[in-house]
């Protein structure tokens, strides 16, 4: 029996997590129908300061599923979001589902191009879509493809009338175009309508969650219900939820942390979260004073702008004990800086698309360890019902020893069943019921789990490994920054060498140099290692979920060694 059958994490595990859980059999509208006909009068969502009931949630998205029906859904369908997280997006979710349909959660910041090619790779019909992203970007696909129904909203349709609108709100209106649906005239006209009954079976695809396509086109990773709930049980233990606390939606509801972190979590747990359009730092602290918002699960650039907005100072965080990051390795440094200033110990998870969100998870109240030798804080211990290992980076096939670096794959419930449509793709990806993750890790003989870096992100330089992650976690003890992204650059001697790209903190723009960076980090790690070459910016790019694009920076070095 190989060290990864023994399962040595299970040690760690709290008295209150067990090693197995029976995977629930039940769908998100099974849970979410049983929550609305028993406590129909507590909040689902908050959306700014207007509060919307489980009942209401419940109601509508009959009322809309019915809609969806009548206007030509059929069992299998896909349906096509092109929202911000706003309760719409919520209460069409679960109107899908109940019509049967499939919902493809699309990044509305996405451009024709990149909006044409969802359509055509999902088969999807049908639109539920922000007036204004329709106007300036989903229009001409819609014509072009001959895509309809389209239902339109807007972010101010559930936005209290009364109140002033926030800056997150202020290019929204609430108009209607020709050739659409009006949200809010559906629910009105399908008042006292029941949709006709679908049976969802378990294995059956609720979302296709398209891939970031680092690796080729983006691909539909087909989350079934049951990875769904499974995972939202998941975070319900690991996080010991219950009826007091309310989650805040800092991710993306496109993405698959805002599915399963924040809306599938908040179902399962029977508590609500709070919705305000997009993450804003500012807006943020505001609604977790007025709400009092207890868990989160966000990107890591998140809890940073979080940390250095001058409203933390000023703001109740108090009841924000539960904060939990994924979605890219987190520095020690930013952890401890974190806790000093908001109070909040940041516990990391670990997971993909491809898992449904978490794989690894920390238990609440549980301190990770750091890696002696990498310095990287642990990702996390593998979920119930789980097993994850280390295999060599060639073949994917020898198991290796504790502490040594491999590709990390995972087999559990929550890893789906495949790629829509894209065989030779899941064939690769998932092999004999192992999902191959890409991400380069390693175990230790505890059973914590540590992410080195992506497979593509490695650095050569005289011949010598560097990870990127390794460089940043250096740069961020240095007091003045506030964000840095590491890429290997063409290097006529060494083959690469390490460039640094740093944002600094607002304090320290006028006073600190690459130089002093560079030297700061060479006194701090091998030669081979430091950043030879500096960069400050005034920020990193990055991806709408908070993950750094180092591809992009990639890119941009490519372009300049063009010219």
């Not at 009322?63 to 069992?75: E, I």
């Not at 994850?388 to 060639?394: N, R, S």
Request: overall charge neutral; charged content about 25%.
């Amino acid at each position: 029996m190989s060290i990864y059958d023994q399962k040595p994490w299970l040690k760690n595990y709290p008295p209150w997590i067990s090693s197995n859980y029976e995977v629930p059999q039940e769908n998100l509208v099974q849970i979410f129908k049983r929550l609305a006909s028993r406590s129909g009068s507590e909040p689902a969502i908050y959306y700014f300061n207007r509060l919307i009931s489980y009942g209401e949630v419940d109601k509508w998205s009959d009322n809309l599923a019915a809609a969806l029906q009548d206007l030509g859904l059929q069992k299998g369908e896909r349906v096509v979001f092109y929202m911000q997280n706003i309760p719409q997006f919520v209460i069409a979710q679960y109107a899908v589902w109940k019509a049967g349909g499939i919902v493809v959660p699309l990044n509305p910041m996405f451009k024709e191009k990149e909006l044409e090619y969802y359509f055509r790779d999902s088969g999807a019909k049908m639109l539920i879509t922000l007036g204004s992203t329709y106007e300036a970007v989903a229009k001409n696909v819609v014509e072009h493809l001959n895509i309809g129904p389209v239902i339109s909203t807007s972010g101010l349709d559930f936005f209290p009338p009364a109140e002033p609108v926030p800056k997150v709100l202020q290019d929204e209106t609430s108009r209607k175009f020709p050739g659409t649906f009006d949200f809010l005239d559906l629910l009105k006209q399908y008042e006292h309508r029941m949709p006709l009954p679908m049976l969802l079976a378990p294995q059956g695809p609720a979302y296709f969650t398209y891939t970031s396509g680092t690796t080729g086109p983006p691909k539909g990773a087909m989350n079934t219900h049951e990875n769904i709930v499974f995972n939202a049980l998941l975070y319900t233990i690991f996080l010991n939820l219950d009826f007091q606390d309310v989650i805040l939606g800092v991710a993306p509801l496109f993405h698959v942390t805002g599915q399963v972190a924040h809306l599938a979590c908040a179902a399962y747990a029977g508590i609500p979260v709070i919705l305000f359009f997009r993450f804003d730092p500012e807006e943020a602290l505001k609604l977790i004073e007025r709400w009092k918002a207890t868990m989160t699960v966000g990107s890591i650039t998140v809890f940073i702008s979080l940390m250095n907005h001058p409203d933390i100072k000023k703001r109740d965080f108090s009841t924000m004990k539960k904060v939990f990051s994924g979605g890219a390795p987190v520095s020690p440094a930013i952890v401890e800086n974190f806790e000093k200033t908001c109070g909040a110990y940041i516990h990391n998870i670990y997971g993909l698309t491809e898992t449904t969100s978490p794989s690894h998870l920390t238990p609440l109240g549980t301190r990770l360890p750091v890696d002696p030798v990498t310095g990287a804080l642990s990702v996390g211990l593998p979920a119930p019902n789980t097993i994850a290992k280390i295999v060599d980076l060639e073949k994917g096939e020898e198991e290796l020893p504790p502490g040594e670096v491999g590709e990390i794959v995972i087999k559990g419930p929550m890893v789906i069943p495949g790629y829509w449509n894209k065989p030779e793709e899941t064939a690769h990806a998932i092999r004999n019921g192992w999902l191959y993750t890409g991400d380069v890790g390693k175990m230790d003989e505890d059973g914590w789990f540590y992410i080195v870096d992506r497979k593509k992100d490695l650095i050569i330089v005289s011949g010598y490994k560097v990870w990127p992650r390794d460089v940043e976690d250096v740069l961020y003890q240095h007091p003045g920054v506030k964000e840095a992204a590491v890429i290997g650059v063409p290097d006529s001697y060494r083959g690469e060498t390490v460039k640094a790209f740093v944002a600094l903190k607002e304090d320290f723009k006028d006073r600190v140099t690459p130089e002093e960076l560079s030297n700061f980090c060479k006194k701090r790690m091998a030669a081979y290692k430091y950043p030879r070459i500096v960069e400050i910016v005034p920020e990193i790019p990055k991806t709408v979920t908070g993950k750094f694009l180092r591809r992009a920076l990639r890119e941009e070095e490519k372009a300049k060694s063009k010219k």
